[in-house]
């Protein structure tokens, strides 16, 4: 006798990746930080997709084009619904984008031309700008959109005051239109995500390749206790993998290296805007007001030692503060001042510092924090007496944000792959970044503030990019930061897992095969 045929539901596919560093908050606008930016877009959606090709591709928008000089016209995927249920519209369109470009927002940069968004019918969508702008395409692919009566009935119409470490609901709660839902959260231990069943995607055929139906994202912050972990098979994958490692994990034959250069640099800042350096033994003056201190700082390092003996190889030495990967790179750019410990005692002497002074470095634990001693040692041979002062990333990133530090390292990325927005939101001058400013030390220079608006408007891309090499050789001029190196990433999984390495150092779980 014929039995009826039973469907099989296909086995469960867990995939545990550990890091070190959790997401800060849930609020896709409160915070543009890499490792909060690596969560969220697991739940919430933009309208273009950057993917594995690191091309822009469509994702809740099909299709874009430039209308009018100032005005760009996103038409709208049908159909989509959020995990909650709600219909996905231009509303939600508009109301994420004037969230994002809210003053608590940190993803001003992402909007810093565009005046507003206006809903020409459910699913179509004009975005506005004061000036022409040919990267909104790539801009739009790091604003994630928000459901606007979910937000409203959660007391979260504009983001979090990341800053004064504000609480809303959407700080530990999210309802997005992507592949997967938040079904615990526990802060800088755990967040564990499944499957949205009713996510568009899957109809629509998107990933075709990705199997896992539960994804945990684990933090662990100290670098044995992650490689211990893969190693005992407790996790899959390791996100941050320690340089001194990597060798060693290569040996493994159940165990795979995926590694490249990262689309990220890790330079110096000074706090140049005020008067009296804060933490340091000098009274009445700010030593990094003088360019003469920031060239002892430079001339001081030296990034050969650091990407050989402390990051193992890990690294490209660079005085460029972007990578060749990002639009407006320029080898006549990228020319650090060599290695000179005398010179640099000599300018301290000129700049009236002959026994130099102390001054606290502040650097998150977890990715850098090795350079971090290791240039505080070099600084020390030649009478900057630093104080390493490591904090957890969220810490961290709230004292710079607030202004709170005298001598900081941090890491940036592109992921416009657009030169613009490092000049806009790390080298312009306060005023001109606003809300989405990161330049913590207050560098200003009035010559390259002016080139801000001449980039902006500027419709040729030979041009543009004239103009980012030029506001780039006055940076580096004055070095109003310190370029040290572009980061390698180097990724480590167990064998039997598909994934593609990317430069920008993010992966969608909904792109990766488990065996």
Same mark, same amino acid.
């Given at each position: 006798?014929?039995?009826?045929?039973?469907?099989?539901?296909?086995?469960?596919?867990?995939?545990?990746?550990?890091?070190?560093?959790?997401?800060?908050?849930?609020?896709?606008?409160?915070?543009?930080?890499?490792?909060? +930016?690596?969560?969220?877009?697991?739940?919430?959606?933009?309208?273009?997709?950057?993917?594995?090709?690191?091309? =822009?591709?469509?994702?809740?928008?099909?299709?874009?084009?430039?209308?009018?000089?100032?005005?760009?016209?996103?038409?709208?995927?049908?159909?989509? $619904? +959020?995990?909650?249920?709600?219909?996905?519209?231009?509303?939600?369109?508009?109301?994420?984008?004037?969230?994002?470009?809210?003053?608590?927002?940190?993803?001003?940069?992402?909007?810093?031309?565009?005046?507003?968004?206006?809903?020409? #019918?459910?699913?179509?969508?004009?975005?506005?700008?004061?000036?022409?702008?040919?990267?909104?395409?790539? $801009?739009?692919?790091?604003?994630?959109?928000?459901?606007?009566?979910w937000?409203?009935?959660n007391?979260?119409?504009?983001?979090?005051n +990341?800053?004064?470490?504000?609480?809303?609901?959407?700080?530990?709660?999210?309802?997005?239109?992507?592949?997967?839902?938040?079904?615990?959260?526990?802060?800088?231990?755990?967040? &564990?995500?499944?499957r949205? *069943?009713?996510?568009?995607?899957?109809?629509?055929?998107? !990933?075709?390749?990705?199997? &896992?139906?539960?994804?945990?994202?684990?933090?662990?912050?100290? %670098?044995?206790?992650? =490689?211990?972990?893969?190693?005992?098979?407790?996790?899959?994958?390791?996100?941050?993998?320690?340089?001194? %490692?990597?060798?060693?994990?290569?040996?493994?034959?159940?165990?795979?290296?995926?590694?490249?250069?990262?689309?990220?640099?890790?330079?110096?800042?000074f706090?140049?805007?005020?008067?009296?350096?804060?933490?340091?033994?000098?009274?009445?003056?700010?030593?990094? $007001?003088?360019?003469r201190?920031?060239?002892?700082?430079?001339?001081?390092?030296d990034?050969?030692?650091?990407?050989?003996?402390?990051?193992?190889? /890990?690294? @490209?030495?660079?005085?460029?503060?972007?990578?060749?990967?990002?639009?407006?790179?320029?080898?006549?750019?990228? !020319?650090?001042? *060599?290695?000179?410990r005398?010179?640099?005692?000599?300018?301290?002497?000129?700049?009236?510092?002959?026994?130099?002074?102390?001054?606290?470095?502040?650097?998150?634990?977890?990715?850098?924090?090795?350079?971090?001693?290791?240039?505080?040692?070099?600084?020390?041979?030649?009478?900057?007496?630093?104080?390493?002062?490591?904090?957890p990333?969220?810490?961290?990133? /709230?004292?710079?944000?607030?202004?709170?530090?005298?001598?900081?390292?941090?890491?940036?990325? @592109?992921?416009?792959?657009?030169?613009?927005?490092?000049?806009?939101?790390?080298?312009?001058?306060?005023?001109?970044?606003?809300?989405?400013?990161?330049?913590?030390?207050?560098?200003?220079? *009035?010559?390259? %503030?002016?080139?801000?608006?001449?980039?902006? !408007?500027?419709? #040729?891309?030979a041009?543009?990019?004239?103009?980012?090499?030029?506001?780039?050789?006055?940076?580096?001029?004055?070095?109003?930061?310190?370029?040290?190196?572009?980061?390698?990433?180097?990724?480590?999984?167990r064998?039997?897992?598909?994934?593609q390495?990317? !430069?920008?150092?993010?992966? /969608?779980?909904?792109?990766? $095969?488990?065996?």
């Open positions: 006798m014929a039995l009826p045929a039973v469907a099989q539901t296909p086995p469960p596919r867990v995939f545990r990746m550990a890091t070190s560093v959790d997401a800060a908050t849930l609020d896709p606008h409160a915070t543009n930080a890499l490792f909060t +930016f690596l969560v969220v877009s697991q739940v919430y959606e933009s309208l273009t997709h950057r993917g594995d090709d690191l091309r =822009v591709h469509p994702g809740l928008a099909t299709a874009w084009r430039q209308t009018e000089p100032t005005r760009w016209r996103f038409t709208l995927r049908a159909g989509v $619904k +959020f995990a909650g249920g709600e219909d996905f519209t231009a509303d939600d369109v508009v109301f994420s984008i004037t969230r994002a470009l809210a003053p608590t927002s940190n993803y001003g940069i992402f909007v810093d031309t565009v005046v507003r968004a206006e809903a020409v #019918d459910d699913t179509t969508v004009d975005i506005v700008t004061r000036v022409p702008d040919a990267v909104i395409p790539d $801009k739009m692919t790091r604003i994630l959109i928000m459901d606007r009566g937000s409203e009935a007391r979260s119409t504009v983001p979090q +990341f800053a004064q470490r504000e609480e809303l609901p959407a700080v530990r709660m999210a309802n997005g239109t992507g592949p997967f839902m938040i079904r615990s959260r526990e802060v800088d231990q755990r967040t &564990i995500m499944v949205n *069943p009713s996510w568009w995607g899957t109809a629509a055929g998107i !990933a075709p390749a990705g199997n &896992i139906t539960e994804y945990h994202h684990i933090t662990l912050t100290s %670098d044995a206790t992650r =490689v211990a972990a893969l190693l005992s098979g407790e996790v899959d994958m390791v996100h941050v993998v320690p340089v001194q %490692d990597v060798a060693r994990i290569r040996a493994n034959p159940r165990l795979r290296v995926l590694e490249g250069q990262e689309n990220r640099t890790v330079w110096l800042g706090r140049q805007d005020v008067d009296e350096l804060p933490g340091s033994d000098v009274r009445g003056r700010n030593p990094f $007001k003088d360019l201190v920031r060239q002892a700082v430079a001339h001081a390092i990034v050969e030692a650091l990407r050989r003996a402390t990051l193992r190889g /890990q690294a @490209v030495p660079t005085g460029s503060m972007w990578t060749q990967f990002v639009n407006g790179w320029d080898q006549g750019t990228d !020319a650090r001042l *060599p290695l000179d005398d010179r640099a005692r000599r300018l301290l002497a000129e700049a009236g510092y002959p026994q130099g002074f102390s001054v606290p470095l502040d650097c998150p634990v977890g990715t850098y924090d090795e350079a971090c001693q290791a240039v505080a040692a070099m600084l020390n041979q030649v009478g900057i007496r630093v104080t390493l002062a490591l904090h990333n969220a810490v961290f990133t /709230q004292r710079i944000r607030r202004q709170e530090t005298a001598f900081y390292a941090l890491s940036w990325g @592109v992921p416009t792959f657009d030169a613009s927005y490092t000049l806009r939101a790390i080298m312009a001058s306060r005023a001109i970044g606003g809300s989405a400013s990161w330049n913590m030390g207050g560098y200003s220079n *009035p010559a390259f %503030d002016a080139l801000i608006p001449r980039i902006d !408007a500027e419709g #040729d891309p041009a543009r990019r004239a103009l980012m090499v030029e506001a780039h050789r006055l940076h580096n001029a004055d070095l109003g930061h310190v370029p040290l190196y572009h980061m390698m990433i180097p990724w480590a999984h064998q039997g897992i598909a994934m390495h990317r !430069a920008d150092n993010q992966f /969608q779980i909904r792109d990766i $095969k488990v065996d």
